[in-house]
């Protein structure tokens, strides 16, 4: 593709974007290019050096920079009008790297979890008022939840968005309880007393049971995982249908969820805090008889025929 160019008298302003004989856009290449020159000329850049370095008109340059400079890339230092490295760039590569290691480090967690509950173990992460999946071990029933790597889920309605909903700060918490919270089924909790409530619960119990609060015949056991800062970096969940997932099982399930995610919290350097305060000594109370009860009048409408659970297939959540 040529690039459609016009003049402004002093230099030519692309019109389209070339792209490169492998068919990359040119312009993101040359700015990866330029950011890869600030590791290899040091902390600052100035037009003219780049200009040369990479064998560019200044104008391509001055333009390049202004856009990085817009995203956060790059930020201009006021005394030299020269180029350094921005925070969104170490913003991104914490992340990265943050995600990188959370990912290794709770792997092996994740296969034994899902191999000893033989329900989909899942990973994931905030990423803005979302969780994201970023590892899943599947389970080994042909009926099995698949909410695949990269999917996005409501913090309020999942198993694994609010063990991360409740990362967040006081104020954060009471600004995003403020916004219109929507029901996704008749159960989806939208309350912001009854999140704030379960939310405590969950922390104090260390899990948390969804069920069928996103998508009808899902039911999922979320817990936190607590980096060496003690704060929730990520969310585990072990997720499967409802008719399998009995108040018996659930208790299980529970009880796997709270201790893999206290495995992988170690092996990220978390040490919690000594207390004198007294623990709830009570067995999984979120395995409830509200939770039982639901559970028997659901199995009571499938015996009659009024509705059917899944009897094969994948149940996505």
Known sequence: MQTETVSDGNA??????????????????RAILLLKEFGLSGPELGVTEASKRLGLHKSTVSRLLGTLERGGFVEQVSDTRRYRLGLQLASLAGLAVTQLDLSSAARPYLVNLAAQSEETATLSVLDGDEAVNIDQVPGPHPVKDLGWIG?????????????????????????????????????????????????QEMLACGYVIVSEEYEPGLTAVGAPVYDYHREIV???????????????QLETAARLIKDTAERISARLGYTPQQTSERKDTRPYPHVSARTARHWDARQQVVQTGVAAGPTNGETRG
């Open 151 to 199: 999917r996005r889920l409501p913090l309020h309605a999942s198993a694994g968005g609010k063990p991360l909903l409740a990362s967040l700060s006081a104020e954060q918490l009471e600004r995003w309880l403020r916004q219109p919270l929507p029901a996704y089924t008749e159960r989806t909790v939208v309350s912001p007393e009854q999140l704030r409530r379960e939310l």
């Open 234 to 248: 990520a969310s585990i969940t072990i997720s499967g249908p409802t008719f399998r997932l009995h108040p018996e």
């Open 12 to 29: 030519e302003v692309e019109l389209r974007p070339r792209r490169s004989p492998s068919g990359s856009i040119q312009s993101v290449e």
